[in-house]
């Protein structure tokens, strides 16, 4: 093999980025090279052209990232692809992807900074999962009392998201286009229901009987409830008495309650 050929070379790079799995720099790949036999920097990137413009029309591509070079599959082929593996996606909340963008782009920012922005507290998990997943690190502290943790991305996170640097984040305009515009719905764009224009027009007017009305219909309500409750008591009453009769059946005369006659008197609640 040919290693001044860029040709040779670039099938060689081929087969250490399968091998290795993740991204490798410049640095990284030269380091695989004998002393004697390292290519220079220029004919690396010469090779790792080639590489390039081989899979062009192939299901895998070679892509640049944070930490170096990396052969991935094609981004379009991936909801094909991920059906090789049974365990779904994980989903993140958006919470968690607001706190990440909200890194991402105003970098470094502390805590305090994006509960200010979000207007609402920044659950502590969501910090620790960032963390975690090393998509973000705490680089220094700001000067201020209690000295906040300021927070940043990583190469990690890069890699993850396709990325060579923070330049290449899309513009906040371009994402605010993404988003689905809220376009508030007039009176006039729906027609209104008639059984619902005939409910409106019935209640108006009627604005000073309408806190009467609800007020019956709770008291309604608590009749109904008690109703039922006279009546389960009532069952309930019947029972012990049926129960008391059946007993007095299996007793001796003289072991009979003398008062037996008097029909009981069961206190009620």
């Not at 670039?10 to 004697?36: C, I, W």
């Not at 920012?109 to 973000?136: H, Y």
């Not at 008639?194 to 019935?202: E, S």
């Not at 009453?237 to 007993?247: K, P």
Request: charged share 35%; proline share 7%; glycine share 6%.
């Amino acid at each position: 093999m040919n290693l001044s050929d860029p040709k040779d070379l670039a099938v060689l790079l081929e087969g250490l980025l399968l091998a290795a799995g993740k991204p490798l720099s410049l640095d990284q790949l030269s380091e695989l090279f004998e002393e004697s036999e390292r290519p220079e920097p220029g004919l690396l990137r010469s090779a790792l052209a080639v590489l390039a413009q081989s899979c062009s029309g192939r299901a895998f591509e070679l892509k640049e990232v944070a930490s170096g070079y990396r052969l991935q599959v094609r981004t379009r082929l991936a909801p094909w692809v991920g059906r090789l593996w049974e365990e779904r996606p994980q989903r993140y909340s958006r919470a968690m992807l607001e706190t990440l963008a909200l890194i991402a782009y105003r970098q470094p920012i502390t805590r305090g900074e994006i509960e200010d922005i979000r207007g609402v507290q920044v659950n502590s998990q969501i910090v620790k999962t960032l963390i975690e997943r090393e998509w973000i690190r705490v680089v220094g502290h700001r000067e201020v009392p209690g000295r906040p943790a300021m927070l940043a991305t990583t190469k990690a996170f890069l890699d993850h998201f396709n990325l060579k640097s923070l330049d290449e984040l899309p513009p906040l305009a371009e994402l605010r286009e993404m988003e689905p515009e809220v376009r508030p719905v007039q009176d006039d764009d729906l027609p209104v229901p008639a059984g619902l224009q005939a409910r409106a027009d019935a209640a108006l007017g009627e604005d000073a009987e309408a806190e009467p009305a609800r007020e019956t219909s709770f008291r309604s309500l608590l009749a109904e409830l008690d109703t039922m409750e006279q009546g389960l008591k009532t069952d309930f009453d019947d029972l012990l008495l049926d129960e008391l009769d059946d007993l007095d059946e299996g007793l001796p005369d003289d072991e009979l309650d003398p008062f037996d006659d008097e029909e009981p008197q069961l206190e009620r609640e």
